[in-house]
């Protein structure tokens, strides 16, 4: 895991884990956005969960960071309840900061970066989730390990 990752990221999430536990030696972290009170987002997040799960299951896993837009506390907690993944604590000036940097437009958004540098893999991921995400997370881990 790289000092720019961190820098970016921070180093203190939901439940007191760090940045390192949560990447661990994954190659790639995602960084989802999303929100309770948002139709699409509560529409996508099982389909992400599946696929996270079956990302795990596969021995490729993609730890994820939830970065959530909701607007109160309790509607944070209970949506990230769902989540099998990592989050910024609620109201963190970080989801803002990266908000701004990948330009997200819309939720529900899926970044994924490099946990070696930092920088940005895909943008916009979320609309590639299934083979096609799988398939592209598959050959980056592959071409890393060469």
């Known amino acids: 895991m790289s000092t720019a990752l961190t820098s970016l990221l921070g180093n203190d999430f939901v439940n007191g884990a760090d940045l390192a536990s949560i990447v661990g030696d994954a190659p790639l972290v995602g960084i989802y956005f999303s929100a309770h009170w948002c139709g699409p987002c509560r529409q996508f997040t099982p389909k992400l969960k599946k696929f996270y799960d079956t990302l795990v299951a596969q021995g490729t896993p993609l730890p994820i960071l939830f970065a959530s837009s909701d607007q109160d506390e309790d509607s944070f907690a209970s ?16 989801i803002e900061v990266l908000n701004k940097k990948y330009v997200v437009s819309s939720i529900p958004w899926l970044v994924i970066l490099n946990t070696k540098t930092g920088e940005l893999v895909m ?24």
Request: charge should be negative; charged fraction near 35%.
């Open 79 to 94: 949506y990230f309840a769902e989540m099998p993944w990592h989050a910024f604590k609620f109201g963190d000036d970080r």
């Open 123 to 146: 943008n916009e991921a979320g609309a590639m989730v299934g083979e096609e995400l799988f398939g592209k997370i598959t050959a980056y881990r592959e071409k890393e390990h060469k």
